[in-house]
């Protein structure tokens, strides 16, 4: 497998995660869940979206 | 929006990002690649935003604000059977919205009184859970209550502005929206959430 895939692979999977993980904190209401999705959530899926992107720059 | 869409929006947003990984192959065709800029940057974006703002209009909310057992009295004393309570007067009346109660008041009426709010939320979170919760008596505010977060409701009212108690003293108005007298003080309206006495007290049950 190309770097660049196994990037969009990463990518995906922290984005599927973070994503997951948002929506789990949606799903109570506390302020617990709240961190989670700012902590937890967020960072995970800005992860995934910069590798991403990064990807795309390697592409090229 | 819906709870129920938000919700929705995120399970689609994370099976997409998760099928494009799964399926990376699809990625190397021209069609591949704006299906992976949709489902790994614009969908995961617009579904934080969404999630981010449902958190924050939760964040205001009495539901919230009383998630954690140390808080418990002090909900209850928004149903104490007594209209010298504060609290109970102004939540039992509709004077605030019942389903954002506690932040319509201990919040700051200004440019950044949101975002101070969250910050002492981040702030009550560290003392919940890092420093040890107090007793719920031994609960007070880190700043005395401000008189502006009253008279964002109350300045003009013709009940605030004639009343008898707060004309018998001549400067006594003037000096409550300077706020050089507080509005909770002695001998004013002094009884707000006095969980200490929640034992005594009779509470009202709203009916259905």
Known sequence: METVERRIKWASFLIGAGLLVQLASLLVVHPLAFMGFLMIGCPLMLAGIVMYLLSLIHEK | ?208
Not at chain 2, 9 to 33: M, N, P
């Open chain 2, 1 to 208: 929006m819906p709870v129920s869409v938000v919700l929705l929006f995120c399970v689609a947003a994370a099976v997409i990002a998760l099928f494009v990984g799964y399926r990376v192959e699809l990625t190397r065709s021209r069609e591949g690649k704006i299906l992976a800029f949709v489902a790994l940057f614009a969908l995961p974006v617009m579904a934080a935003w969404t999630g981010f703002s449902e958190q924050m209009d939760r964040a205001t909310s009495t539901r919230f604000c009383l998630s954690c057992h140390v808080m418990d009295g002090f909900g209850r004393t928004l149903y104490i059977d007594d209209p010298s309570y504060v609290p109970a007067r102004h939540f039992q009346n509709n004077r605030i919205p019942r389903d954002h109660a506690c932040y319509t008041c201990h919040t700051e009426y200004s440019m950044f009184g949101g975002v101070k709010a969250k910050a002492r939320g981040l702030r009550h979170l560290w003392v919940q859970y890092v420093l040890g919760a107090p007793k719920p008596e031994a609960i007070k505010l880190y700043d005395p209550f401000p008189n502006s977060e009253c008279l964002h409701c109350h300045l003009g009212a013709r009940r605030f502005e004639e009343g008898s108690a707060h004309n018998k003293v001549p400067d006594l108005l003037s000096r409550v929206k300077a706020n050089k007298l507080s509005c909770v003080s002695s001998g004013c309206h002094e009884f707000v959430h006095d969980v200490a006495s929640l034992k005594d007290d009779t509470f009202w049950k709203e009916k259905q």
